[in-house]
């Protein structure tokens, strides 16, 4: 039997021991230490971060700097802002990761799935044919080549590069 180890996913499984006691999405640009926090870059009203926790590798989450549960309250400088951050959080993702496809998405609330809850963000996942393997189709696995720091770096390139 061959075994992968994960062990920067236990504190995930056991309730995210260790985690912010607040919102981790507003401490984590006010901490200003966006390396260590995994944002890859900011705009005014929005920033990109990786997802702690990533369903495939150049997983990114855009968050709102304020703290705001859904679209209906957001100022009209966010909504003005939130169309060219996504369209440079898919650009980066692309020329970082050249993926086949993309997941976009927005859960708003316990229910619909949200692990932030209270705070908008969009996931940015890349996809490519054949990702769901059998690892986390039935052994609940998921198998990633590359670490965060990786994904920081190629991320941070891309961002750079494709600036809109």
Do not use: K
Request: charged share 20%.
């Amino acid at each position: 039997m061959h075994r992968l180890w994960a062990p920067w996913r236990r504190a995930y499984v056991e309730g995210a021991a260790g985690a912010p006691s607040g919102c981790f999405l507003c401490e984590f640009p006010a901490a200003g230490d966006d390396r260590r926090h995994g944002i890859v870059w900011r705009w005014n009203h929005w920033y990109a971060i990786l997802n702690a926790y990533p369903y495939s590798n150049g997983h990114l989450m855009l968050a709102l700097v304020r703290h705001e549960e859904g679209f209906v309250n957001l100022r009209a400088e966010e909504a003005a802002e939130l169309a060219p951050a996504m369209r440079h959080c898919e650009a980066a993702v692309r020329a970082a990761y050249e993926p086949q496809g993309l997941n976009v998405g927005v859960n708003i609330g316990r229910p619909a799935g949200a692990g932030a809850v209270g705070h908008l963000h969009v996931h940015f996942v890349p996809r490519w044919n054949g990702d769901t393997n059998f690892m986390s189709t039935v052994g609940a696995t998921r198998v990633l080549p590359e670490s965060l720091e990786s994904s920081y770096e190629r991320l941070r390139v891309a961002f750079e590069r494709e600036r809109s």
